[in-house]
């Protein structure tokens, strides 16, 4: 079983709805949960991360944490074109050191 | 402009043609990591460093070599590269220790022939 698991997709949603990508994870010793957004051909940008459980919103952008689930989300509001891209989730504060492990990538495509 | 730099951007070699892949970062950042992206499989870490001369193993290191010897270079180096290693690299530095908030390069793609 790999410690972070994350749908691939392809997720097709029409612009305007609201999108939902999630990861779940089995090491309760993660405690920092990153979202990336990567575009083909490019390198990961980071959209958001948090510290422990909870919800932290920036703009269209809301992840939330649930460490007694092991899950965590990213909620996309008003999806647009733009946003058509692979989000990958990302965990560290392992205690075995500082590793960070990736989900391997939910491709999404918003359709205008 | 803040940015991570990686070179080559495209490498084609043969199987134990040593080779290095150059990561340069301009923030001043303690933290930089290499990782390597395949289909399916997602970004994996192979190696990271917290500091000047503090390098770890990240979770897929054989076959990898890094260095650091100056707080903005951290190169990747592949002693007797094989096909296996195959594979899309991409470099990265954060300022925080946990690696929160990383600037990734913008990729290396090598063909192991």
């Known amino acids: 079983q790999k410690e972070v698991e994350q749908d691939p997709g392809p997720l097709s949603v029409p612009e305007g709805a609201i999108v939902s990508l999630n990861c779940t994870y089995s090491?309760?010793?993660?405690?920092?949960f990153m979202w990336y957004r990567q575009y083909s051909r490019k390198g990961p940008e980071l959209l958001m991360y948090?510290?422990?459980?909870g919800n932290k919103e920036d703009g269209r952008f809301t992840a939330q944490v649930d460490k007694s689930s092991k899950y965590i989300s990213l909620f996309i509001r008003d999806s647009q074109p733009s946003d058509s891209a692979t989000y990958l989730c990302?965990?560290?504060?392992?205690?075995?050191?500082?590793?960070?492990?990736f989900g391997a990538g939910t491709r999404l495509f918003v359709k205008a | 402009e803040a940015q991570v730099t990686q070179n080559p951007r495209y490498l084609i070699t043969v199987t134990g043609k040593k080779l290095t892949v150059t990561c340069s970062q301009n923030?001043?950042?303690?933290?930089m990591s290499w990782y390597r992206q395949d289909p399916g499989l997602g970004l994996r870490q192979i190696y990271y460093?917290?500091?000047?001369?503090?390098?770890d193993k990240g979770d897929v290191p054989e076959g990898y070599k890094v260095s650091r010897k100056e707080k903005r270079n951290f190169p990747l180096i592949l002693e007797s590269p094989s096909p296996n290693q195959t594979s899309l690299y991409f470099c990265?530095?954060?300022?925080?220790?946990?690696?929160?908030?990383?600037?990734f390069g913008q990729g290396t793609r090598l063909t192991v022939v």
């Open positions: 090491n309760s010793a993660f405690q920092y």
């Open positions: 923030m001043n950042h303690e933290y």
């Open positions: 990302a965990m560290s504060g392992d205690t075995g050191g500082f590793k960070t492990i």
């Open positions: 948090t510290y422990s459980s």
């Open positions: 990265a530095s954060s300022q925080q220790s946990m690696n929160t908030e990383a600037f």
């Open positions: 460093s917290m500091n000047v001369e503090v390098t």
